[in-house]
């Protein structure tokens, strides 16, 4: 006050001396009024950081203060549809092919986690439970639009055109897989689907995938957006919060999509956060977000739409949280009855699963064929297994391919590294299997 004090005292013998006395009490009442909105509530902030109203007392914000993110749903688990305007009304090729490639991915799961089993691949994930995520995100986009997924995003691959033969010998890691049988099981790419090769750590791929949706942003007329897959287990690791800030202030055309299951590698997400789930995150970053029922591939499709058109035509982020449930283990080094109930899976596995939801609907329009359906999987199961046999035969890529494909041209130390090991295999051949490898 002591301050003020001195102010009005110079106000008062500057006024008196040079200006007419109204003058003087006009200078008096704005040192009053800036005074006074020192403390108003009323008066917004004028802080770079943040814009926001002062309050005259503290208050602790909860997190549950606020109400959950709504999950968005079309049909229930029978099958029906709550409100018709919601029925995105497809046509019956369109759902024959979303049904239809569940079930091929589903069956296919079956046989290659028994492949597993038997010695015949090293490792493998299924996506049990989590077939209308992928498909049904999969059917809203264009060809053109970019994909980085995780590892549980095989139904995006079926929908695009994979063939079974490309599942199966990126398993078997031959000579003519994709990646030249330099990745693990289940870690699929191809360039011609715009489906960028999944790594194995967790999360890697999202501020890679950030950047690419930047450079998009970049160029004139762009008209495709980037699809970021990842796991709730993935949004703890640092990566996704530096894409998550990466992409909203940058204001990059990407949907990052949370493909949230439940369990992460064997970890209940109650373990995992204390928040309002993934969707949630996006407001603290400044990013739209939206919720779903992922079991419900109407649902999934609809919001996928939106969402798409909304970060092409505003060029902004949205992150995408699809609520599901992981069926099967994490993978076939899990066991997931050492975290929850075989009643709780057999719950997931039939009264709400994703398939069934579908062919409740499917049956109810007249559109499904019970014994087409039996001989559809009878189809896929043959095909499958006759290439297992044919896959497994095939010689694995040349040794010296391990070398190739980091750089454009090959450094020296790699150089010298590939001929030692040509020296060493040419000496001790008999101890390893160079026959299964093309020459």
């Known amino acids: 006050m002591s301050l003020l004090r001195h102010t009005i005292k110079y ?10 006395k109204q003058t003087a009490n006009v200078a008096q009442s704005m040192v009053h009024h800036r005074c006074s909105s020192a403390v108003s509530a009323d008066h917004p902030s004028q802080f ?21 993110l709504p999950i968005y749903r079309v049909m229930d688990n029978e099958g029906y549809i709550a409100d018709e305007s919601q029925d995105p009304q497809l046509s019956k090729d369109v759902l024959q092919k979303m049904f239809n490639d569940m079930v091929l991915l589903n069956t296919m799961d079956k046989i290659l986690y028994e492949s597993q089993r038997q010695g015949r691949i090293s490792f493998y994930m299924t996506n049990f439970g989590e077939e209308a995520v992928a498909i049904g995100s999969a059917a809203a986009l264009e060809m053109r639009d970019l994909i980085y997924a995780q590892y549980r ?4 691959l079926v929908w695009r055109g994979f063939t079974v033969e490309q599942f199966i010998d990126q398993c078997y890691g031959n000579c003519d897989d994709l990646g030249r049988g330099k990745q693990m099981p289940v870690h699929y790419g191809s ?14 791929q999202m501020p890679q995938a950030v950047g690419s949706s930047y450079a998009m942003k970049l160029q004139p007329n762009n008209d495709a957006c980037v699809v970021c897959y990842f796991g709730e287990g993935a949004a703890s690791e640092g990566d996704a ?9 940058l204001e990059c055309p990407i949907i990052l999509f949370c493909r949230n299951n439940g369990f992460a590698i064997s970890t209940p997400s109650h373990e995992q956060y204390n928040g309002d789930g993934i969707a949630a995150r996006g407001h603290g970053y400044g990013m739209a977000s939206i919720r779903v029922d992922g079991t419900d591939i109407f649902a999934t499709y609809n919001a996928m739409k939106l969402v798409r058109e909304y970060v092409l035509r505003e060029n902004k982020p949205v992150v995408f949280e ?8 994490h993978s076939t080094s899990d066991d997931s009855s050492a975290y929850r109930s075989t009643e709780e899976i057999e719950i997931w596995n039939s009264v709400e699963h994703p398939i069934s939801k579908l062919k409740s609907y499917m049956v109810r329009k007249g559109w499904f064929n019970e014994s087409e359906e039996k001989e559809f999987i009878k189809d896929v199961r043959k095909k499958v297994l006759k290439q297992i046999g044919l896959s497994e035969k095939k010689l694995k890529p040349n040794w010296k391919e391990m070398f190739d494909g980091v750089y454009d041209k090959m450094p020296v130390h790699l150089a010298e590294q590939m001929n030692e090991l040509e020296q060493h295999i040419s000496k001790h051949k008999e101890h390893y299997p160079v026959k299964k490898f093309k020459l």
Not at 153 to 156: D, M
Not at 191 to 204: D, I, M, Q, R
Not at 322 to 329: L, P
């Open 153 to 156: 995003e095989a139904g995006v």
């Open 191 to 204: 360039k011609e689907l715009n489906f960028v090769t999944l790594s194995s750590p967790l999360a890697t």
């Open 11 to 20: 106000a008062k013998r500057i006024t008196n001396k040079q200006f007419p």
């Open 322 to 329: 699809a609520m599901t449930y992981r069926v099967g283990h």
């Open 241 to 249: 919060h530096a894409a998550f800030n990466f992409a909203a202030t």
């Open 48 to 68: 770079p950081g943040a814009k926001a109203s002062f309050v005259l007392k503290p208050k602790l914000t909860l997190h549950t203060d606020y109400e959950p």
